[in-house]
Structure formats: C-alpha cells, structure tokens
C-alpha cells in the first residue's frame, strides 16, 4: 500500500511538473514573439520601408492578440509559481503591450507578483506610467514617450524623435526612478541614443501643452 501510494505521489509530481513546463513554454515562446515583430517593425521604420512597416503592424496586432489569449488562459487569479524569469517577462511585456481594459484587469494581479518578486518593480512603473499616459495623465516615473519621424533639414534623412510625456512632481522624478530600479532620465536618453532615437525632455509642459506641441511636429 506504502509503495502504491509512493508511485502515485511521484506519478502526481511529474505531470505536476510537466504542466508548469507547459505553461512557461507557451509564455516564453509568447514573449519572444512579442519582441521579434517589434524589433521587424523597428528595422523596418529606421530603413523607411513603408510595405514592410504596414504589414509588421498588422501581425503586431494579430500576435498581441494571440498573446492576450495566452495569458487571459493561464492567470485566472493570480501569476502561476516557480516559472523562469522569462516568462515572468513576458507576462508583463504582453500586459505592458495590451489595450488599457485589459492592462486594468491585471494590473493588481502583476502588483502582487511584484511584491512577490516574480515581476521587476520598474517593469510596474513602466505600466503604470503607460496606464497614466493613455488615461491623459502625468506620468510618475518618466518611462513614456511619444515618438514623430522629422526630416533633418536640408538633408533627405529621416530621425526619430522621441518627446517624453510630462511627468507629475518632476523634481521628484529620479528618486521615484531610483527606488524601483530605473536608470536615471540622462541614462534614459542615452540609451534612446544608441537606438538612432533623439529624446526631447522638457519639464515645463502639461499634458495639453504637450499635445498641441506633438500634434504640430506631426
């Protein structure tokens, strides 16, 4: 009877086991998916393919939402245990890259992963900034930006610039980036750089101003 039982407890483990494989496959393999139609969507932008630029938006759309579908099916109430830290990632990147309805649905279940540690706490303030931004509101932590193709004058060269969404209680910004992991806004901009991204950052604006600023570079 010890041994029946024994066999049933290790038979139980296993398929317990293959299950989570499972699921951190299907995550993993949805985050990866993610990022490449991204990183197809962004060559295609840099070498002003306009063909190649249409239909990578179209199968972003599609993957998000093939994606969306994935993780609606595997976080009923709260983010799944002991999965890889990329598939943790990727949870966030397909939440980060939904629509605002579906970003609100999960964004108290990904706080508590957080807490947990199962998320990064500055890929949360990406999202709530994200969350913010699409709501019309200041940021908090200065992750959003909004980006427009210009002409480099006199020259037939295209460059991106990357304007950042104004941001609430902006002398307080790099010790809100600090406490969550963020690198400071100059890193940010450097980092924007080695993308072929210019960043423009000015402190002043509100959100109308803002959008009457964009609205004319368009």
């Known amino acids: 009877m010890r041994s029946l ?56 759309v599609r993957i998000d939402a093939e994606n969306q579908a994935v993780v609606a099916e595997l976080i009923r109430v709260d983010v799944p245990d002991a999965l890889s830290e990329e598939a943790y990632d990727a949870i966030f990147l397909v939440v980060d890259h939904a629509y605002l309805d579906y970003q609100r649905r999960y964004f108290r279940t990904l706080s508590r992963a957080a807490e947990q540690g199962k998320i990064a706490r500055s890929s949360m303030a990406t999202l709530r900034d994200r969350m913010l931004m699409r709501r019309n509101r200041k940021q908090v932590y200065g992750t959003q930006t909004v980006g427009h193709t210009t002409i480099v004058e006199g020259e037939q060269v295209q460059q991106q610039v990357n304007y950042v969404w104004p941001i609430k209680r902006v002398r307080k910004v790099e010790e809100r980036r ?41």
Do not use: N, P
């Open 5 to 60: 039982l024994t066999i049933c407890f290790v038979m139980a483990s296993v398929l317990s086991a293959s299950a989570q494989q499972s699921v951190d496959d299907r995550l993993r393999e949805a985050g990866e998916r993610d990022q490449q139609v991204r990183l197809k969507l962004v060559e295609a932008q840099q070498r002003g393919q306009v063909d190649s630029l249409l239909y990578y938006a179209e199968q972003m």
């Open 178 to 218: 600090t406490e969550v992991g963020l690198s400071t806004m100059q890193g940010q901009a450097e980092a924007h750089e080695k993308m072929g991204y210019r960043l423009v950052w000015d402190r002043r604006l509100s959100v109308r101003e803002f959008r009457l600023l964009t609205e004319r570079e368009e």
